[in-house]
T-cell receptor, first 118, second 114 residues
Framework: AQKVTQAQTEISVVEKEDVTLDCVYE???????LFWYKQPPSGELVFLIR??????QNEISGRYSWNFQKSTSSFNFTITASQVVDSAVYFC???????????????FGKGTKLSVKP | KAGVTQTPRYLIKTRGQQVTLSCSPI?????VSWYQQTPGQGLQFLFE???????NKGNFPGRFSGRQFSNSRSEMNVSTLELGDSALYLC?????????????FGEGSRLTVL
């Protein structure tokens, strides 16, 4: 069965610290997609990244970077030089492609609440 | 461009009543998904619609239903409300489906069942 585990429930850091949010997933499919979303206090989830299972290249976008390792079924997210505006709940999610490609539903982890203090 | 709009934003109902939530996707998006978010269960998939057809359904009882109209707007309905239905209901839209790229989420409808 598919499952996403975010073991860190809450993390608190001081501004400018680097922080890594862990995500471990389980799936039997060979084709799947991994996502990270950010949920600020306003409620709407904001898309950060989508990765397919065949692309293990790490990605960097500004202060954000993602490390995808199929060998350990992990898709970790690092924020470099954190800022107060990064405070939010971050969700890792998995979607399988077994419905014919475009379909599928996201299976979310429980989320990690990140608090960045000034 | 306008984002995903969900109405109402907040509502309070009593047990046994029914509720209808509305979602207007981003213009041009044909896929609409619904998720329930609770502190205990987290984010759980309800259903996905594409061009007025339900393509995928989560593990929820039949009291939860939805539909999509020809203009891609979607509604979900919960009948015979129970206390456990209190949650934030999130709608998400995308061009072709959840696996094809970014899902755009609305701010949600927060339902409280008393």
């Amino acid at each position: 069965a598919q499952k996403v585990t975010q073991a860190q429930t809450e993390i608190s850091v001081v501004e400018k610290e680097d922080v890594t949010l862990d995500c471990v997933y389980e799936t039997r499919d060979t084709t799947y997609y991994l996502f990270w979303y950010k949920q600020p206090p306003s409620g709407e989830l904001v898309f950060l990244i989508r990765r397919n299972s065949f692309d293990e290249q790490n990605e960097i976008s500004g202060r954000y970077s993602w490390n995808f390792q199929k060998s350990t079924s992990s898709f970790n997210f690092t924020i470099t030089a954190s800022q107060v505006v990064d405070s939010a709940v971050y969700f890792c999610a998995l979607s399988e492609a077994n419905y014919g490609g475009s379909q599928g539903n996201l299976i979310f982890g429980k989320g990690t609440k990140l608090s960045v203090k000034p | 461009k306008a984002g995903v709009t969900q109405t109402p934003r907040y509502l309070i109902k009593t047990r046994g009543q029914q509720v209808t939530l509305s979602c207007s996707p981003i213009s041009g998006h044909r896929s609409v998904s619904w998720y329930q978010q609770t502190p205990g269960q987290g984010l759980q998939f309800l259903f996905e619609y594409f061009s007025e057809t339900q393509r995928n359904k989560g593990n929820f009882p039949g009291r939860f239903s939805g539909r999509q109209f020809s203009n891609s707007r979607s509604e979900m309905n919960v009948s015979t409300l129970e206390l456990g239905d209190s949650a934030l209901y999130l709608c998400a839209s995308s061009l072709r489906g959840p696996n094809t790229g970014e899902l755009f989420f609305g701010e949600g409808s927060r339902l409280t069942v008393l």
